[in-house]
């Protein structure tokens, strides 16, 4: 059984601060790593992916993967109250041609003023 | 910008009756879902969709579910005889192409499934 386990939070932090989100997995084999952002009653949204070991930046998100520890994060700097929402981590294995994502139960997130 | 969207948005059914969730992917993708949600749990991948034909399905889509693209517009998902845990929002979502290459999918506003 393949689990992506995360914290439920929430996660309160003050705005400006730096949110640091975890995500660890259980399957060895995976290879692509997804970060979405989910509002109450909405969609889930693509926040970022990353493939390789390391660090990969996008503005104020910056994923970071360390599959030997077989974990991922997520850090938000400068965060606003427009970023409380549940983050979700989405891992996949990418072995033997499957695509088929494992979501984590997400953590939520509270930025408050 | 364009946008997947899905009908209805809620859908309330009583058990072992049949419902028809609808998808409208965005027009120039050619990679199709569908997720569901159960209320507080986790997104759950159900099936994919490519070329006309499922890709991959989890262990979840068993022969209650099935899958269509019976225009080049739509995408449908039936359930054919609902039961009480199949009630979830039910994601739909359209990629240009795999993820692996870089593609995102983007995911519709869903549909809210209630069986009584």
């Known amino acids: 059984q393949k689990e992506v386990e995360q914290n439920s939070g929430p996660l309160s932090v003050p705005e400006g601060a730096i949110a640091s989100l975890n995500c660890t997995y259980s399957?060895?084999?995976?290879?692509?790593f997804f970060w979405y952002r989910q509002y109450s009653g909405k969609s889930p949204e693509l926040i970022m992916f990353?493939?390789?070991?390391g660090d990969k930046e996008d503005g104020r998100f910056t994923a970071q993967l360390n599959k030997a520890s077989q974990y991922v994060s997520l850090l938000i700097r400068d965060s606003q109250p427009s970023d409380s929402a549940t983050y979700l981590c989405a891992v996949r294995p990418e072995s033997g041609g499957s695509y088929i994502p494992t979501f984590g139960r997400g953590t939520s997130l509270i930025v408050h003023p | 910008e364009p946008e997947v969207t899905q009908t209805p948005s809620h859908q309330v059914t009583q058990m072992g009756q049949e419902v028809i969730l609808r998808c409208v992917p965005i027009s120039n993708h050619l990679y199709f879902y569908w997720y569901r949600q159960i209320l507080g749990q986790k997104v759950e991948f159900l099936v994919s969709f490519y070329n006309n034909e499922i890709s991959e399905k989890s262990e979840i889509f068993d022969d209650q579910f099935s899958v269509e693209r019976p225009d080049g517009s739509n995408f449908t998902l039936k359930i054919r005889s609902t039961k009480l845990e199949d009630s979830a929002m039910y994601f739909c979502a359209s990629a240009a192409g795999l993820e692996a290459l870089g593609e995102t999918q983007y995911f519709g506003p869903g549909t809210r499934l209630l069986v009584l």
């Open positions: 399957d060895r084999g995976s290879q692509s």
């Open positions: 990353i493939y390789s070991n």
